[in-house]
C-alpha cells in the first residue's frame, strides 16, 4: 500500500490486528510502519507455544519492513484493544530506534483514543551503532 495518511496507518494497523496469532495471551496487537517512502508495512503478535519465542507485533513489522528492502521508518501506529494505552515493549523500543532514530510513536486503541510520542521519550540514550565505532 502506498498512502502516507495516518486514518490509513491506523486502518492498517486494525486490519493487522485481526490476523494476531495470540492462542496463549489473547492479547490482540497490531502495528503499521510508514517507511521513509512513505510506503505501509504491518505486522502482528506471533506467538509460540514455547512463550519465549513469540514476536510482538511491532518487530514484526520492522522484519518485513527490512526484508522487503526499506531502510528507515517515519513513525508507526501501535493498536490495541486496552483502555490504557499499550507501549512498545523494551525489545521492541530498540528495534524501533535502530530502524527509525527518534521516529513517532503513535499508540491507538479501538474505541480511538490515541497518543503521540517521540521514540527518545520512551527510550531515553539508546545504544546503536554509533557506539560501535
Ligand atoms: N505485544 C505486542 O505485540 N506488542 C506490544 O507492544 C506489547 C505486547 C504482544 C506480545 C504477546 O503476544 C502479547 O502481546 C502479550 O504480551
Known sequence: MNTTGLE???EAAKQARSRAYAPFSKFQVGAALETEDGQIVTGCNCESASYGLTICAERVAIFKAISEGAKQAKRIVIL???ETLT????ACRQWLWEFGQDMEVILVNLDGVSANYRLSTLLPWPFDARLLS
Open 80 to 82: 490495541a484493544n486496552t
Open 8 to 10: 490509513a496507518l491506523i
Open 87 to 90: 507501549p512498545p515493549c523494551g
